[in-house]
């Protein structure tokens, strides 16, 4: 593992401790299309599930109004702003728990770091116009995710020769970017971006970056990794994303005993449970 990486990160006064696995629970905010409960009833919805992460042992929180999947509905940065701001400050203020924004938009960074968000995450590496500025503004750590930035055309079929180089080469930039810009190097957090479309892997080549995920940390930066219910799972099982928890599981104790610092999940307590074992093993 790592010993250039800070043991404990400070997110807008909420301390995570990098020295081990912490889990990051992911909690979208769209809203409800099978009621008319409206927003209301989405924003109560999201807290509930906030409350029942927390309880499960997640570390943070991350808190996403736009879907990266092809053909999703693309939204106003307001719209964006709507969704996720009043979550982000409800869920802030009533739980002791890091939460993290999951955004590209410069304006959904200010608002929702504003409104608590201690982390910002983008899997667009702070690419889109504005993004890097606003997120050196707010002070608070980033999470520098690899893709394509942009959604591939149809078909398109990713290359590279040599996936876990290409990929530590881009974040490496991106990381070196974001210093210029004033963020400090113990807040930037990398992520090789696992998934297919937009994240722009082939089954083939995640499976690459799980298996070498451990020279991800030459970097000298945390490492997180998001593998939760992804395509690749079912490449290899022939299954739906509702019948991929326990290869989920597997993949997360890999990656946790690989070294990675964050996983982001949707199944907070069965992940836990997984860490849980996996850290009284290594401390029998
Ligand atoms: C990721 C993410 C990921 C980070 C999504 C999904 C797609 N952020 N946001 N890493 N994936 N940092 O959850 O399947 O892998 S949205």
Do not use: W
Not at 144 to 172: I, K, R
Not at 173 to 178: D, G, H, I, M
Not at 223 to 246: C, H, P, Y
Not at 250 to 273: F, M, W
Request: overall charge negative; glycine content about 8%; hydrophobic content about 45%.
């Amino acid at each position: 593992m790592n010993n250039s990486v800070n043991k404990s990160l400070d997110c807008a006064g909420r301390l995570l401790d990098l020295g081990r696995p912490n889990v990051m629970g992911i909690l979208n905010v769209t809203p409800d299309s099978f009621s008319d409960g409206g927003r209301y009833n989405t924003f109560d919805r999201a807290l509930q599930h906030a409350r029942e992460m927390v309880d499960a042992g997640a570390g943070i929180i991350d808190i996403g109004g736009e879907s990266t999947r092809p053909g999703a509905q693309i939204i106003s940065e307001a719209e964006e702003v709507d969704r996720v701001v009043p979550v982000i400050e409800a869920i802030s203020k009533e739980f002791d728990i890091v939460v993290s924004v999951d955004t590209s938009s410069a304006a959904v960074i200010r608002e929702a770091t504003s409104a608590g968000a201690g982390i910002v995450n983008d899997v667009r590496a702070l690419c889109r116009p504005g993004a890097l500025e606003a997120a050196a503004a707010s002070q608070v750590p980033v999470i520098l995710m690899h893709s394509l930035v942009e959604q591939p055309e149809s078909g398109f079929v990713p290359a590279y020769e040599n996936v876990v180089d290409e990929v530590s080469g881009y974040l490496a930039s991106r990381a070196e970017l974001c210093q210029k810009a004033g963020i400090a190097k113990e807040k930037i957090i990398l992520d090789p971006g696992f998934g297919g479309g937009m994240f722009g892997k082939t089954p083939a080549f995640d499976l690459q970056m799980i298996k070498r995920f451990s020279e991800f940390h030459r970097l000298g930066y945390p490492v997180l990794a998001g593998v939760s219910r992804k395509s690749f799972i079912g490449a290899v099982l022939e299954n739906t994303a509702d019948e991929r928890l326990s290869a989920s599981l597997a993949v997360a104790l890999l990656l946790a005993q690989a070294g990675a610092q964050i996983i982001r999940v949707h199944d907070v307590k069965e992940t836990v449970d997984v860490l849980k074992i996996a850290n009284a093993v290594a401390a029998a």
